[in-house]
């Protein structure tokens, strides 16, 4: 369906926003297209299992390291 596409290609982009920027989690919900912190919050989480915040937490916390 068209519109879970788009909502997970937006809720793709917040994690991305999440994992590479410290800008707010309302201000990532603006920036992704959501009308409103809410939504963005109710949608991200449906998505994903996490909120915002605990989603970043986890990333941040999780992220692999490579290297030699």
Same mark, same amino acid.
């Given at each position: 369906?068209?519109k879970?596409?788009? /909502? +997970?290609?937006?809720?793709?982009? %917040?994690? !991305?926003?999440?994992? +590479? +920027?410290?800008?707010s +989690? %309302?201000?990532? %919900?603006?920036? /992704?297209?959501?009308?409103t912190a809410? *939504?963005?919050?109710?949608?991200?989480?449906? @998505? %994903?299992?996490? @909120? $915002? *915040?605990? @989603?970043r937490? !986890?990333? @941040?916390?999780? #992220? $692999? #390291?490579?290297?030699?």
């Amino acid at each position: 369906n068209v519109k879970d596409y788009f /909502s +997970t290609r937006q809720i793709d982009g %917040a994690k !991305e926003l999440l994992r +590479t +920027t410290g800008r707010s +989690t %309302a201000q990532i %919900a603006v920036d /992704s297209g959501f009308g409103t912190a809410r *939504t963005f919050y109710r949608a991200f989480k449906r @998505s %994903a299992g996490l @909120s $915002p *915040t605990a @989603s970043r937490k !986890e990333m @941040s916390l999780g #992220e $692999p #390291e490579f290297g030699p």
